[in-house]
């Protein structure tokens, strides 16, 4: 169990191991969701889970409910309760993640999935709020069961369509498939969603369409030469930066003639060396004297 918990120590502390961490942070909150799911079920308290669940991870599906607690349209993006869904997004985030680290970067990555979780959470929000008003005969039929969202596929699609737009030939090998190009990896997921965003559980799929769309213009707008990881990147250096520990400044006097001192002395002591070193090579070691060897002795240890 030791070796276990400092296997994850050193994966966790391991520098530009972002995809690591994102992937880290879903397993402890999945297995945090589902162990306290199962207490409190067990304890006949189950009200408590309800109670953490529905205030610190599930993105409400109305702004009335939003605007209490707006945390949620990031920590939604790190939380999933059922096994498939979490191990899709899983599968997927490391997939296509591991292309964004190689060809753009760690910062990219990290932003991509906050950016993705944010939009998402609009389009889920504008779906379940407004669309009804903008359509005269709305094809939206929203669950009227849902009592929020949860998980990672709006990051997830944020991250394959900005990889399909970027790369849209490089070849991928997927599970029971051959190699497959990028291009149309992204265009299938996107167009299962669209599909879906017209059924009963629209929802959701609007929320993968909404991390899509901010996959597509991150990768759009990234070679017009704005990079959206910017902000994001400013952002979490601030945000850490209130954590870290600021260097105490010590007052004091400085001689101005101290340099000039000290390379004085650097001198003296560099030909009393060569002195000594002249004195080996002519007579030996053994005939130094005991205040030259002390010498000698210090000099090898400041060196």
């Known amino acids: 169990m030791n070796s276990f918990v400092d296997d994850l120590k050193k994966e966790w502390h391991k520098p530009n191991n972002t995809l690591m961490w994102l992937l880290l942070v879903n397993v402890f909150v ?20 309800k109670i953490i669940r529905e205030n610190m991870f599930v993105a409400p599906d109305f702004v009335q409910k939003f605007i209490y607690k707006p945390w949620t349209a990031l920590t939604y993006a790190f939380t ?14 490391y997939w296509f993640g591991r292309i964004i680290v190689e060809y753009l970067n760690v910062k990219r990555l990290f932003a991509l999935y906050i950016w993705g979780a944010f939009g998402g959470a609009f389009l889920y929000l504008f779906a379940n709020n407004l669309i009804d008003f903008i359509l005269p ?13 949860l998980g990672a596929s709006a990051s997830v699609y944020a991250i394959v369509v900005c990889a399909g737009k970027l790369y849209p030939e490089m070849l991928v090998h997927l599970l029971f498939f051959q190699e497959v190009k990028l ?20 929802g959701g799929d609007m ?7 901010v996959g597509y213009l991150f990768a759009v707008q990234y070679r ?3 990079d959206w990881s ?20 010590k007052m004091g006097y400085r001689n101005p003639n101290s340099n000039a001192g000290k390379t004085q002395a650097t001198r003296s002591n560099q ?8 004195k080996i090579s002519q007579s030996g070691y053994e005939n130094l004297s005991k205040e030259e060897k002390q010498f000698l002795f210090k000099e090898s240890q400041r060196k």
């Open 183 to 202: 291009k149309y990896v992204a265009f299938f997921t996107v167009f299962l969603s669209f599909v879906g965003s017209f059924g009963y559980d629209s």
């Open 137 to 149: 005969i709305s094809f939206f039929e929203p669950n009227k069961d849902s009592i929020g969202m």
């Open 30 to 49: 999945f297995i945090f969701m589902n162990l306290a799911m199962v207490i409190t079920k067990v304890a006949t308290v189950k009200w408590i889970y």
């Open 80 to 93: 999933h309760e059922a096994f498939l869904h979490f191990f899709s997004n899983m599968m997927m985030l």
């Open 207 to 213: 929320a993968h369409l909404g991390g899509a769309l």
């Open 224 to 226: 017009k030469g704005s």
């Open 230 to 249: 910017v902000p994001v990147t400013r952002f979490v250096n601030w945000f850490t930066g209130l954590f870290k520990k600021k260097a105490k400044v």
């Open 271 to 278: 030909d009393e060396l060569d002195r000594i070193l002249d």
